[in-house]
Every structure is written in C-alpha cells, then in structure tokens.
T-cell receptor, first 108, second 117 residues
Framework: GQNIDQPTEMTATEGAIVQINCTYQ??????LFWYQQHAGEAPTFLSY????GLEEKGRFSSFLSRSKGYSYLLLKELQMKDSASYLC?????????FGGGTRLMVKP | DTGVSQDPRHKITKRGQNVTFRCDPI?????LYWYRQTLGQGPEFLTY????????KSRLLSDRFSAERPKGSFSTLEIQRTEQGDSAMYLC???????????????FGPGTRLLVL
C-alpha cells in the first residue's frame, strides 16, 4: 500500500532554519512533490525531486533518498509569511498521494 | 489569469440535493485531476482525465460521485444525493507540457468549498 508520514505540527522562530521530514512506503514511485498551502487556499507547488540528492531553490531546498523512502524540505531564513501547511506528495504516475501535511508556525 | 479556475468557490446545499462543480484547467494542459480535502488533511485523489478520457475513477468515493470532461477542456464533478459527510473542499488540478515547466507538476485551482446541511 501507500503510506506517507510527516509531522503534524512544527514551530520555529523567524530567521531560523527548519527541516520538515517525509517518509513514504510505496511501489511505482516516480517522484516526490512538496507543496505549500496557506489556510483556506489551494496548494502551491514548491519542488519536485526525482533523483537522489538536494535541490536548492532560493530559501527552500528539498532532498530525496529513494533507497530510504525519505525526503525533507528545508526552509532557511524563516519569515512570518512561511507559516502554512507543507504537504509532501508522492507521484505515483497518474495521481498524487498526499501526506496529512505539516502545519508550520513561525514565531517572532 | 491563466491559472486553474473553479466555480463556484463556495456552495451550501441541503442533504439529498445534487451539486455540480466546474473546473477550467490551464489551457495548454491535457491532464486534469479532482481531489477532495477535509480539514487538517492532505488532498485525497478522486479521479483523473487525459484529454477527454477518464483514465482513473476507482478512487471516486461512491457511485454518487461522477466526473466528465466532454471536450477535453473544462471538467465537471457532480455529487448526487449529497450527505453531510460530503462537506469538504473539492480541488481541481491540471498538468501537462508547458514551456519551462515540469510536465508532471500539478497546479491547483482555488477549490470549491462544499457545506451540506
């Protein structure tokens, strides 16, 4: 079956660095997405990892280890506007399977 | 606006009524997806179209749910005989080959929030 796990909530301080982990257990894996979702809004695309390694995009980086079924999203220089839910999603070909999301609260 | 659009944004209905939601994907995208999201959870996949063909519908929640994409452009999701448990956000997404983008990336619309009384 498919099971995606990520922490439910995290809290961090403005200006700090936070790492949000995601593990998945599935076959037919094509890639791993990260989306950001503010309350009441649609998910917005952050990153897509297909190969092992770290991909950096501004303040956000995403890492994937296919052999370990593990990914993380790294947010640097946190800003208050980064308070949102962060959704890990596995690309299984024709659909995305989402985790429950990690609600990140950034405090001053 | 060239993003994914959905209509209506909000719908309140009484139990037992039928509702229909519309999604207009990004114009160059040939794939269209429907998801349902309840509070505090990630989106849950419902169904998927490539052009006008519905290639995956086994995840539709019950036979009360149906979707169409008759001309391979916009899509509709219908829920018949609504139940209170159908209250959720219904999200549409599209993907496809566009210049400078990742073909697999799904771009989401703003969603239709359904409340069944």
């Amino acid at each position: 079956g498919q099971n995606i796990d990520q922490p439910t909530e995290m809290t961090a301080t403005e200006g700090a660095i936070v790492q949000i982990n995601c593990t998945y257990q599935t076959s037919g894996f094509n890639g791993l997405f990260w989306y950001q979702q503010h309350a009441g809004e649609a998910p917005t695309f952050l990153s897509y990892n297909v190969l092992d390694g770290l991909e950096e995009k501004g303040r956000f980086s995403s890492f994937l280890s296919r052999s370990k079924g593990y990914s993380y999203l790294l947010l640097k220089e946190l800003q208050m506007k980064d308070s949102a839910s962060y959704l890990c999603a596995e690309d299984a070909g024709n659909m995305l399977t989402f985790g429950g999301g990690t609600r990140l609260m950034v405090k001053p | 606006d060239t993003g994914v659009s959905q209509d209506p944004r909000h719908k309140i209905t009484k139990r037992g009524q039928n509702v229909t939601f519309r999604c207009d994907p990004i114009s160059e995208h040939n794939r269209l997806y429907w998801y349902r999201q309840t509070l505090g959870q990630g989106p849950e996949f419902l169904t998927y179209f490539q052009n006008e063909a519905q290639l995956e519908k086994s995840r539709l929640l019950s036979d009360r749910f149906s979707a169409e994409r008759p001309k391979g452009s916009f899509s509709t999701l219908e829920i018949q005989r609504t139940e209170q448990g159908d209250s959720a956000m219904y999200l549409c997404a599209s993907s496809g080959r566009t210049s400078g983008g990742i073909e697999e990336t799904q771009y989401f619309g703003p969603g239709t929030r359904l409340l069944v009384l």
